[in-house]
């Protein structure tokens, strides 16, 4: 693969406040923070069961999403150059020069400080070390990592899943069995999607210098392989709640069915690897997190 060629820094804007503030906003990915704030309330609601109180949930989600945000926000900073180089985002913040790298960086840096800050002075120290944790393996180990090996992907499911975690040492202090099944489950989801992501965006990673596809699987066979196993180690630790007593005979069934539903759609994908048959992968594995932890909040077993 040639090296990608450097299009220089970018020259920074002066945008007026609204459209800096704007900018920032942007540089938090709303929609990844979100996500780990919704995931982090239903592991904290489940590690409560009937103890679950407004308060403590609520400052707990906004102290993950605060860190993770700020993760989020340090990320793009490290990637700024390469991404400048993807047709997918060339336009964010820091490579279009409507914001600076070092006030990216510091706004990253205080919003990953005020997070964990919150959280330990809110719900424990145990929640903020785990988030800080989280951060740390985002920003520190799964970055570097995209533009060396594949294996990325597996390391970048790790912060996704410490929501899990965080949620359920808030609401009991501690750590058990069943957070980490929480964990494996916040884990093994996000593989087919970022897997199929992969080979949907393949041209545009190389161009960039990422390894998030491997270069050796030029028909997607690896990838589809491994949507398919990991598809597999879901539905059989997906179903592992149940008979934990986190919850109920209708999460069972829904998880199981939503499980095979989409290991149909990954095999159908390893089968023949296209962009139509990757896409649908995708979108499935969007459809399918938030139905499941829909059923876990349904179907939660409460008097722990």
Known sequence: MNAPTDPGPPQTERLPLGARLAALYELTKPGITGYVMITTGVAY??????????????????????ATAGALALNQWAERDRDARMKRTKDRPLPS?????????????????????YLAWSVGWLPAALTFASAAAYVLAYTPLKTRTYFATLVGAVPGAFPALIGWSAATGGLALEAWVLFAIYFLWQLPHV?????????????????????????????????????ISLILV???????????????????LLGLAMLAVCVHAARHMSQKNARRVFLWSLLYQPLLLGLMLIDAAGGR
Request: cysteine-free; aromatic content about 10%; proline content about 6%.
């Open 238 to 256: 997906s179903a592992a709640p149940t008979p934990l007593g986190l919850t109920g005979n209708v999460y069972l069934v829904g998880a199981l």
């Open 45 to 66: 609601h489940l590690g409560a069961g009937q103890a679950s109180d407004f308060g403590p949930v609520l400052n707990t989600i906004l102290g993950t999403g605060v």
């Open 97 to 117: 020069g409507r914001l600076g790298a070092g006030e990216a960086l510091a706004f990253g840096f205080a919003l990953v400080a005020a997070g964990v800050a």
């Open 195 to 231: 897997l199929a992501l992969a080979w949907l965006l393949r041209d545009d990673y190389q161009r960039a210098g990422f390894f998030m596809a491997p270069p050796t699987d030029p028909d997607g066979g690896r990838i589809g392989r491994h949507m398919v196993y990991h598809t």
